[in-house]
T-cell receptor, first 113, second 111 residues
Framework: DSGVTQTPKHLITATGQRVTLRCSPR?????VYWYQQSLDQGLQFLIQ???????AKGNILERFSAQQFPDLHSELNLSSLELGDSALYFC????????????FGQGTRLTVV | GESVGLHLPTLSVQEGDNSIINCAYS??????FIWYKQESGKGPQFIID?????DKRQGQRVTVLLNKTVKHLSLQIAATQPGDSAVYFC??????????FGAGTRLFVKA
């Protein structure tokens, strides 16, 4: 158990809908990272927050957004969902703002039908 | 469990043999490299890291080699065990806040 908690574990929704994925980082970690993992694209960095502020952006679509709350948990919002958004979404956390020895959650499997 | 990367390169080794997993990285400015292991149904797990001022680093049963001349990274696993079966990713970091992951290699260990 990495100490990073993601909910829900599985999510099935229809195209055009909006979902929210939640991540609780390890106790004491200030930085949260979101990744998308699809069968054909591997692990793709989406966005990073550090102590409530956005720190870095990767290949995140405009339909997606995220935030980190004062208690350091984070949410990833995916809207206007398309079939191609079906993937595993991972959250990772680390104490520093650099992705060194980041600990990953078990992921949320999103299926868009 | 979840299937990750159905079309990944695959390495099949006999239990007890040594495994070598290779990775080519893209950015010559990358100064920090990490190997992750991902078992079916789980998130990636940190294995070992190396900084660009080193060419070799050893951990418990694992060794990472870095060749900056050809931008190549390898992970050596000694005495491979069935529990080592997983997908292995290399990742590079340029000193910023983004880490770029490689496509991964699937390791099968035959008992």
């Amino acid at each position: 158990d990495s100490g990073v908690t993601q909910t829900p574990k599985h999510l099935i929704t229809a195209t055009g809908q909006r979902v929210t994925l939640r991540c609780s980082p390890r106790s004491g970690d200030l930085s949260v990272y979101w990744y998308q993992q699809s069968l054909d694209q591997g692990l793709q960095f989406l966005i990073q927050y550090y102590n409530g502020e956005e720190r870095a952006k990767g290949n995140i679509l405009e339909r997606f957004s995220a935030q980190q709350f004062p208690d350091l948990h984070s949410e990833l919002n995916l809207s206007s969902l398309e079939l191609g958004d079906s993937a595993l979404y991972f959250c990772a956390s680390s104490f520093t703002g650099k992705n060194t020895e980041a600990f990953f959650g078990q992921g949320t499997r999103l299926t868009v039908v | 469990g979840e299937s990750v990367g159905l079309h990944l390169p695959t390495l099949s080794v006999q239990e007890g043999d040594n495994s070598i997993i290779n990775c080519a990285y893209s950015n010559s400015a990358s100064d920090y490299f990490i190997w992750y292991k991902q078992e079916s149904g789980k998130g990636p797990q940190f294995i070992i890291d190396i900084r660009s001022n080193m060419d070799k680093r050893q951990g418990q049963r694992v060794t990472v080699l870095l060749n900056k001349t050809v931008k190549h990274l390898s992970l050596q696993i000694a005495a491979t065990q069935p529990g080592d079966s997983a997908v292995y990713f290399c990742a590079e970091n340029t000193g910023g806040f983004k880490t770029i992951f490689g496509a991964g290699t699937r390791l099968f260990v035959k008992a």
